[in-house]
């Protein structure tokens, strides 16, 4: 099946910083990606749909300021938490569409951990 | 969008069946059936994706009735490594039902 990875795969930062996760679909390319966050013994809530080459696409409650979504090229998605601070602590995870299959291909996820 | 509606937890042991039932009662027509797994610090892995009546792969088999307002993952002889979370999700090609995450059912299996 087709591939995505994320990078890195756990970040600790301090409060106030920014952090940059990056998604990347490796052997097909990916003109929408989706940005999901996953807090423990919970389910996955979707935060952004990200179109290449076009603004991304904010669920309701998610700070578009604070998470900030770039999607250069088919095959990279980044995501920018902006000013971190410890309640933004949480696994992040992409995935990418598959368009002739209509599957949803994970990426392995991101820990971030802000102290 | 389809809500489904999964148990929250099953237990079973080594070598048994687990079949787990997934409830959408608002799904559309060109809506299909997807079961995903994940395990703890790790993205969800795609197990199998239906239309109606049974779809087999190499590890589960996938049962839609005739109305598909339900679903069923079957998983054959589990082991210790099937432990681990199970999601259905419900939706067409590319919309928002593909994304949309469920509770999930907790499946432990034990020795």
């Known amino acids: 099946g087709a591939v995505v990875s994320q990078h890195p795969s756990w970040v600790i930062c301090k409060s106030g910083t920014s952090v940059k996760i990056e998604c990347r679909s490796l052997?097909?390319?990916?003109?929408?990606m989706f940005w999901y966050r996953q807090f423990p013994k919970q389910s996955l809530m979707l935060m952004a749909t990200?179109?290449?080459?076009?603004?991304?696409?904010?669920e309701q409650g998610v700070e578009k300021d604070k998470f900030l979504i770039n999607h250069a090229s088919l095959t990279l998605s980044t995501l920018t938490v902006t000013s971190a601070h410890p309640e933004d602590s949480s696994f992040y995870i992409c995935?990418?569409?598959?368009?002739?299959?209509?599957?949803?291909?994970f990426g392995p996820g991101t820990r971030l951990t802000v102290l | 969008l389809a809500k489904t509606t999964q148990p929250i937890s099953m237990d079973s042991y080594e070598g048994q069946e687990v079949n787990i039932t997934c409830s959408h009662n608002?799904?559309?027509?060109?809506?299909?059936i997807t079961w995903y797994q994940q395990f703890p610090s790790q993205g969800p892995r795609f197990i199998i994706q239906?239309?109606?009546t049974k779809v087999t792969n190499e590890v589960a088999s996938l049962f839609i009735p005739a109305d598909r307002k339900s679903s069923t993952l079957s998983l054959p002889r589990v082991s210790l490594s099937d432990t681990a979370v199970y999601y259905c999700?419900?939706?067409?090609?590319?919309?928002?039902?593909?994304?949309?995450f469920g509770k999930g059912t907790k499946l432990s299996v034990k020795p």
């Open positions: 990200s179109n290449e080459g076009s603004k991304a696409t904010y």
């Open positions: 995935s990418a569409w598959v368009d002739r299959s209509n599957e949803q291909f």
């Open positions: 052997d097909f390319q990916a003109t929408t």
């Open positions: 608002n799904i559309a027509t060109n809506d299909y």
């Open positions: 999700l419900v939706g067409s090609k590319g919309s928002q039902g593909n994304l949309i």
């Open positions: 239906g239309y109606k």
